[in-house]
């Protein structure tokens, strides 16, 4: 089993940051990547950016490349997701995840993970 934990979400005025972090625990060989995914009122759950451990390749959904930045730190076991320049439409709660994903794969095309933490609220206002 692989337990996670988000922090970080609040609320901030458009254009603003926030960087959410994510600590996982438990059986890590069972996993070799992590992925933000969030979830709006009323929509679908969209895959946000994801990582993989060994060399750190990243990739994002189109809506948030050149603004926000996943990256993973071996040392404290924690993923983090640095949000730049902040939109209305970027409000939701934002899920940590984790699972062993096939090299290579987009985010866009993943639809779920084995492993969740229970999310953290991500509010921006105009």
């Known amino acids: 089993q692989v337990q996670l934990v988000e922090s970080g979400g609040d609320s901030v005025q458009a254009g603003g940051s926030l960087r959410l972090s994510c600590v996982v625990s438990?059986?890590?060989?069972?996993?070799?990547?992590m992925a933000w995914f969030r979830q709006a009122p009323g929509k679908e759950r969209e895959g946000v950016a994801l990582?993989?451990?060994?060399?750190?390749?990243?990739n994002y959904a189109d809506s948030v490349k050149g603004r926000f930045s996943i990256s993973y730190n071996n040392a404290k076991k924690t993923t983090y997701l640095q949000m730049d320049s902040l939109k209305p439409e970027d409000s939701g709660m934002y899920y940590c995840?984790?699972?062993?994903?096939?090299?290579?794969?987009?985010?866009?095309?993943?639809?779920?993970?084995?492993?969740w933490g229970q999310g953290t609220q991500v509010t921006v206002s105009s």
């Open positions: 995840a984790a699972d062993y994903a096939p090299p290579g794969i987009s985010i866009a095309r993943i639809k779920d993970l084995a492993y």
């Open positions: 438990g059986n890590m060989y069972s996993i070799n990547s």
């Open positions: 990582i993989y451990f060994d060399a750190g390749n990243t």
